[in-house]
T-cell receptor, first 115, second 113 residues
Framework: GDSVTQMEGPVTLSEEACLTI???????????LFWYVQYPGEGLQLLLK?????DKGSNKGFEATYRKETTSFHLEKGSVQVSDSAVYFC??????????????FGQGTILTVHP | GAGVSQSPSNKVTEKGKDVELRCDPI?????LYWYRQSLGQGLEFLIY????????KSGLPSDRFSAERTGGSVSTLTIQRTQQEDSAVYLC???????????FGPGTRLLVL
């Protein structure tokens, strides 16, 4: 079945540092890939997505590129802020058939950014 | 516009009691999903509704769990004879079709004592 393996945290960075959170997946066909973010005390929000190979999703300074050859979708940001402190989840949506659009999530990575 | 809402936001119950969790999806969204977020298991899919039918119930962990959706809108997740391992945050999401972005509610935090 589909699975997502996500870099385990927690990750602690100083403000303005570079961020990379690794995410790799196993799925048949061509899934869609997502990064969701959960800020303290809030619900899950879509951060960015990519629906086909070589697509780059971007939002709020974060980027991730759908790499079919390495089955990866790593999240990157060049300069993190204290307000980026949150839990980040990598997820995939199956390509069809009986997947019915359900999301398969990675374990989540806790990011803490210090001033 | 209004997002996905869930109630109650918190629920504390005793082991063996039944609980009902409610989800109000975004108006017009035909697809609805339930997920569970727990410390040991991360975020897991439970069940998917398209309209009032549930073509995928594969994530329900046991026959103590059931869900229904009426009028193509509100959904209720019922857990019978709750156990301590049922303690988790139960999340609901909806979208206009299974290929569209899912929007999540704030969740119901369930604690079984």
């Amino acid at each position: 079945g589909d699975s997502v393996t996500q870099m385990e945290g927690p990750v602690t960075l100083s403000e303005e540092a570079c961020l990379t959170i690794n995410c790799t997946y196993t799925a048949t066909g061509y899934p869609s890939l997502f990064w969701y973010v959960q800020y303290p005390g809030e619900g899950l929000q879509l951060l960015l997505k990519a629906t086909k190979a070589d697509d780059k999703g971007s939002n709020k300074g974060f980027e991730a590129t759908y790499r079919k050859e390495t089955t990866s979708f790593h999240l990157e940001k060049g300069s993190v802020q204290v307000s980026d402190s949150a839990v980040y989840f990598c997820a995939l949506r199956g390509a069809g058939g009986t997947s019915y659009g359900k999301l398969t999530f990675g374990q989540g990575t806790i990011l803490t950014v210090h001033p | 516009g209004a997002g996905v809402s869930q109630s109650p936001s918190n629920k504390v119950t005793e082991k063996g009691k039944d609980v009902e969790l409610r989800c109000d999806p975004i108006s017009g969204h035909t697809a609805l999903y339930w997920y569970r977020q727990s410390l040991g298991q991360g975020l897991e899919f439970l069940i998917y509704f398209q309209g009032n039918s549930a073509p995928d119930k594969s994530g329900l962990p046991s026959d103590r769990f059931s869900a229904e959706r009426t009028g193509g809108s509100v959904s209720t997740l019922t857990i019978q004879r709750t156990q301590q391992e049922d303690s988790a945050v139960y999340l609901c999401a909806s979208n206009q079709g299974f290929q569209e972005t899912q929007y999540f509610g704030p969740g119901t935090r369930l604690l079984v004592l």
